[in-house]
C-alpha cells in the first residue's frame, strides 16, 4: 500500500510547480508515482460548475459556503475508488489540494476558528466518514504566504487568458484568512501529520517520507 500525500496552500503558490518537482523526484527514486488534481476541471460536471460558480455563473451558488463544498466534495467522492487503487499500486500517491482545501476555504470563508468550527466537522464528516475519502498519511502546507500568492495568481493571469484570477483569488481578505485556517489545521495536525515548508524542503519533506 502506497502513502497518499495531499499538497495544500493558496491559489497561486505554487503547488502544481511542486508537485510537479515531487513527482518527478520520487520517480527518479525509483518510486512508482501518480498525482491527482482537484478539482478535476474537464473531468467532473460537480468541478467545472464550481469553476464556472467562481468565475460569476450560477446565480447565489458561490454565495453559499456549504453549496461550494458540496461541489468540491463530490468531485472527490467521484475519484475515490481510483484514489483507492492508486494507493494500491503505486508507492506514492499525491493530491494537488484534497479534503483540507475544503476544511481551510469553508472554515476561512465562515470566519470560523480551526479547532472549534461547525464547518470543519462537517466536511470531515462528509468526506472521510460518508463518502469513505481514504485518509491522507501525511499533508504539506506550501508556505507561501497571501501577499507572494497573490502577485503570481495574479502574474499568471495577465499571461494564461484561460486562467483569470476568480472570486475568491480577487479577495485579499480571504486568502489572508485561508492560510491562517491552513496554518492551524497543520499546527493542530488535523487528519495527519503536516510539514510547512517551501521551495526545496517543502520537495524534500514529502521525498524523506519514502525513506
Ligand atoms: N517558486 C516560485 N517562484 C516564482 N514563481 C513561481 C514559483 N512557483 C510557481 N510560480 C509561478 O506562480 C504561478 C502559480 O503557480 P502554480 O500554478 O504552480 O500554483 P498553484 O498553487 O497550483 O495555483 P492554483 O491553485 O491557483 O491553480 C505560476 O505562474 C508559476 O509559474
Ligand atoms: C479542491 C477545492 C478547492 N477549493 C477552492 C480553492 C480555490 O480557490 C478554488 C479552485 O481551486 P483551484 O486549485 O484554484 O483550481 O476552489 C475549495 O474551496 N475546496 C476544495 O475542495
Known amino acids: 500500500m ?17 508537485v510537479g518537482r515531487i513527482h ?30 467562481l468565475h460569476g455563473e450560477h446565480g447565489d451558488l458561490p454565495d453559499s ?8 466534495a463530490l468531485d472527490r467522492a467521484a475519484a475515490g475508488p481510483a484514489l483507492q487503487a492508486a494507493c494500491g499500486d503505486h508507492d506514492l500517491v499525491l493530491c494537488d489540494r484534497y479534503v483540507a482545501s ?10 470560523e476558528p480551526i479547532g472549534a468550527s461547525p464547518v470543519v466537522d462537517w466536511v470531515t464528516g462528509l468526506e472521510f466518514g460518508r463518502f ?14 497571501p501577499e507572494v500568492a497573490m502577485t503570481r495568481a495574479s502574474g499568471r493571469a495577465a499571461t494564461d487568458a484561460d486562467r483569470p484570477v476568480d472570486h475568491y483569488e480577487r479577495d485579499a481578505d480571504l486568502q489572508s ?24 524542503a517543502a520537495v524534500a519533506a514529502v521525498i524523506d517520507l519514502l525513506r
Do not use: C
Open 24 to 53: 518527478d523526484a520520487a520517480t527518479a527514486r525509483g518510486a512508482r508515482t501518480t498525482t491527482f488534481t482537484f478539482p478535476r476541471y474537464g473531468e467532473s460536471i460537480t468541478a467545472d460548475l464550481a469553476s464556472e460558480a
Open 102 to 111: 475544503n476544511a481551510a476555504y469553508s472554515a476561512a470563508r465562515l470566519g
Open 177 to 200: 484568512a485561508v492560510y491562517r485556517a491552513y496554518s492551524d489545521l497543520a499546527a493542530t495536525g488535523w487528519m495527519s501529520p503536516w510539514s510547512h515548508a517551501a521551495d526545496d
Open 65 to 72: 459556503v456549504y453549496g461550494m463544498a458540496v461541489m468540491f
Open 2 to 18: 502506497g502513502i497518499l500525500v495531499a499538497i495544500e496552500g493558496l491559489d497561486g503558490a505554487g503547488k502544481r510547480t511542486i
Open 132 to 145: 469513505r475519502l481514504p485518509t491522507p498519511d501525511h499533508q504539506l502546507l506550501l508556505g507561501v504566504p
